[in-house]
């Protein structure tokens, strides 16, 4: 079997903010959640949200991964981010077929969003 990819997670330092946050950015509600794990389940793969203090771990946040999110509208993705007071890391810029952007999330996570141009 193939090595894949089926789940991935940032570390957090607030839950409720983190979970309030990516509830917004997906559109969906958080699918399983306490203080040191929550997740949010996708067709192929569980994004989660790790908080290292619980198991007394020290992880830095803010760059330990770059989730690249595809979006349908990448203006309006990019509203919803500025609305939440986040910090626009890379600005919206055009690199092939992509329109995309960077901010940092609400724990300091850089996260990328994208939207392929037709």
């Known amino acids: 079997m193939k090595p894949q990819i089926k789940a991935i997670y940032i570390a957090v330092q607030d839950m409720d903010r983190a979970v309030k946050f990516y509830e917004d950015i997906f559109d ?6 306490d203080e040191r794990m929550s997740s949010f389940e996708f ?12 198991d007394n771990e020290t992880i830095s946040s ?3 991964v770059v ?10 993705m ?6 939440k007071n986040c910090e626009i890391v ?6 092939g077929k992509y329109h995309l952007f960077q901010a940092k999330d609400t724990e300091g996570n850089v996260i990328e969003f994208y939207q392929i141009l037709e």
Request: hydrophobic share 35%; net charge positive.
């Open 28 to 33: 969906v509600k958080v699918s399983s959640k």
């Open 43 to 54: 067709e192929n793969i569980t994004f989660l949200l790790y908080n290292p203090k619980i």
């Open 62 to 64: 803010g760059n330990n």
């Open 67 to 76: 989730p690249n999110i595809q979006v349908q509208d990448i203006n309006k």
């Open 78 to 83: 990019l509203e919803l981010i500025k609305s």
């Open 90 to 95: 890379l600005p919206l810029e055009k690199i």
